[in-house]
């Protein structure tokens, strides 16, 4: 299950994080500019994207990961009825594992400040080396370390790039809607069902694996 635009709105955070590090290299983003494409993919692809270069991507992605841990990444909230809709899904016999393009550290401290540990078997992200960064590399990650059988196994999220990941590794995905990515995106991108709101999630979990 992906984090940000899945799980919670982490969009004020990372969008000033985004920010605190472009400004640091005299490249400022104008507030008036939308962020909401950066949620999804590495953000080492999104400072590339707007600097050019792949040394000043590697410098503001510091900048970025000093002001996020600093408190940044608090700055976040559960979507309305998620902590309900993975409870259910739990209580139906499911394994839950965290897959997010977040560095791993950031994701285990927000999930533990929702409350959530106790609900996931594991939380699997991107690596600060670099070597795991996309959805795809963070999903095998998950998979070759966990006795997870692949034929009972769904990838959920928000972003095409949820999709393209589960695809990569043989899963299907369910796309969610309240996040960040749009129905034609996700359908475009392979998603196998589309959900609109987190309490038809645990049915849709049920429709997919054949449950």
């Not at 969009?11 to 939308?34: I, K, N």
């Not at 559960?78 to 309900?84: A, H, S, T």
């Not at 795809?136 to 928000?158: N, T, Y």
């Amino acid at each position: 299950m992906d984090l940000d635009g899945t799980i919670s709105d982490s969009s004020a955070g990372v969008f000033a994080s985004f920010r605190h590090a472009l400004a640091e290299l005299g490249r400022p983003w104008p507030d008036d500019r939308p962020l909401d494409w950066i949620i999804g993919p590495p953000l080492r692809d999104s400072f590339q994207a707007v600097l050019g270069d792949e040394r000043g991507a590697a410098r503001a992605l510091e900048h970025y990961r000093s002001h996020y841990s600093a408190g940044a990444l608090f700055d976040n909230t559960l979507y309305p009825g998620m902590p309900e809709a993975i409870a259910a899904i739990a209580a139906e016999g499911f394994r839950l594992y965290v897959a997010t393009s977040k560095l791993t550290a950031f994701a285990e401290r927000i999930v533990a400040k929702f409350g959530l540990a106790d609900r996931f078997a594991g939380v699997y992200g991107s690596s600060e080396d670099g070597r795991l960064e996309t959805k795809s590399a963070v999903v095998a990650d998950c998979l070759a370390r966990e006795p997870i059988a692949r034929a009972s196994c769904v990838m959920v999220g928000d972003r095409k790039h949820d999709a393209i990941g589960a695809d990569a590794n043989g899963l299907p995905c369910i796309g969610v809607t309240w996040g960040y990515g749009s129905a034609d995106e996700l359908r475009a991108a392979g998603a196998v069902l589309l959900c609109a709101t987190p309490a038809a999630l645990p049915a849709a979990v049920g429709q997919v694996v054949g449950r």
